[in-house]
């Protein structure tokens, strides 16, 4: 997710030592290019690929004059973290700039007629279409909030819009679908922004804007107008977040926002369905598929393997990266070496991607546009999930699986599976209201030293995610299991004692996993099931039991079922007082 400022001051003083400030208070998160315009005479941009304060450092960002302007940071999704690609972007003649956040699906098509009408292009971006498209109905006589209506009819995918045009001096437009926009009213002008913490420091009262409403800021307000071009009274509510709160949008920490997040994260990435095709048609026939990755991408890549056997019926391998180079040379060119990574930067991964590329095609699936996996890959795919601060991965976890299910449903052709992925937001989002009870569970699981998960099939990866959340963020020993290898050792180690979490959808599998509850349950275990809503019969046989809409089928479980695991995690971590975004010797990326 990109990060959108835009203000109009009161005084007549400049506006962008203060979008500057405001654009700066996103630095936590890490963006890839900043850029700002200012209106003053003329549109006046300024724009770079790299961190805020080292472009600040060579272009001066602070100073540039104008009362009123927009701001964007980029997290690159459509086009690389280049300097042409940087936001704000411009129109033919250089009189209408706009930053944009979010996805458009069906940009490459209105790029193209755009083209074909004499337009010219200068960045790879998606955004770059938004501009041409105001100028385009301003030119057919529209004023700026109309031709920006006009150009949002036209629009596929997901976006908050910020813009502005010298023919309309003092003004500011802005509408947003699917993505954050807050407006601000400050004591110094009115604000509009993609993170309220951005203009905290600013602008205390704030509304947020309706999907199909217009925002139009000026120095004397911001009149917020719906479809019909009525006007809309709303009042402002006060925020009362401090900044740090703010940044985490009110939740006590990053972890719990990013799970927060992941029905979003699951929706967005369903839109690099048509790329994932493209990428698939590319390389041809694929007859064998070798995922490569580690940690929590590694689980991902195990759902993977299963996918494609399952859907494809072609063999499909999982390796550890750091253990690549021993069966390196059992590659050939039918094979595609899928690098799983939300990073995009684990060395063990990056050595094993350059020694899979001599013999085979290569497709990486990574969250940060630009890094190195991105760059040398031969196809990538982006996962949607926005920048992710918390150490112990979640939402970009939730977003590879989506990605990878994407992979198989291309493979095999079978598009049934993601039309059944487009309820997934809704059933995560069904989980996540149960939070409340999964924190009163917690309290009872956070005097254990250790845990067991158990998992068939598709659940495997879900007991082995369940319980490295568990262990890296809670210190507590969580073990994961293939629940019929729990007999070949493990099972000596359950007593009372032994909390045992069996993950136990519906499907296929299920008769299965039910025998091996029994097993641990003859054994005393203290289970915790999580399966199916109204399963009455599995209730009876555990201690606890979190439900999960029935509809859920062991296929698409991994996208459903991880979640509540990740919550226990979370609660079990803040009920022992430990910090869930930073746990002790770990880090989210490893360049070593
Ligand atoms: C680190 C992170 C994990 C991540 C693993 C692999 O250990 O803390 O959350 O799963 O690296 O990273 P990657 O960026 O390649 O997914």
New binding site residues.
Partial sequence: MCGIVGCVLKENRDAAPILFRCISNLEYRGYDSVGLATFDNKINVKKAKGKIRDVNASLNLENMAGKYGIAHTRWASAGRPTDENAHPHLDEKGRVAVVHNGTLENYSKLKEKLIGEGHTFKSTTDTEVIPHLIEKHMDEGLDLEHALRKTVEMLKGSYAIVAMCEDEAGKIVATRKDSPLSLGFGKEGYFVASDTPAILEYARDVIRPREGEIAVLSKNGIEIHDENDKTIERKPSKITWTADMAKKEGYDYFMLKEINDQPLAVKNTLGQKNNMKRIINEIGDVKRVCFV?????YHASITGKYLIESLAGISCDVIIASEFKYSAKTWDEDTLVVFI???G??AD?MTALRQAKQTSHTLAIVNVAGSAMWEEADHVIQTQAGPEIG???TKTYLGQLTAIYLLAAAISGNDKITEELENVPSYIEEVISKADEIKELSKRYNFVHNAFYLGRGFSYPIALEGALKLKEISYVHGEGYAAGELKHGPLALVDEDMPVIVIIPPGADYDKTLTNLEEVRARGASILAVGSEGNDDLKSKSKEMISINPKVTDIIAPLVYTVPLQLLAYYVTVEKGYNPDQPRN?????TV
């Avoid at 990755?293 to 991408?297: D, L, R």
């Avoid at 770990?586 to 490893?590: E, G």
């Fill in positions: 990755a580690c940690g929590t991408s990574s939300q990073s930067e684990t991964s150490v112990a991965a770990l880090a989210k990326v490893i």
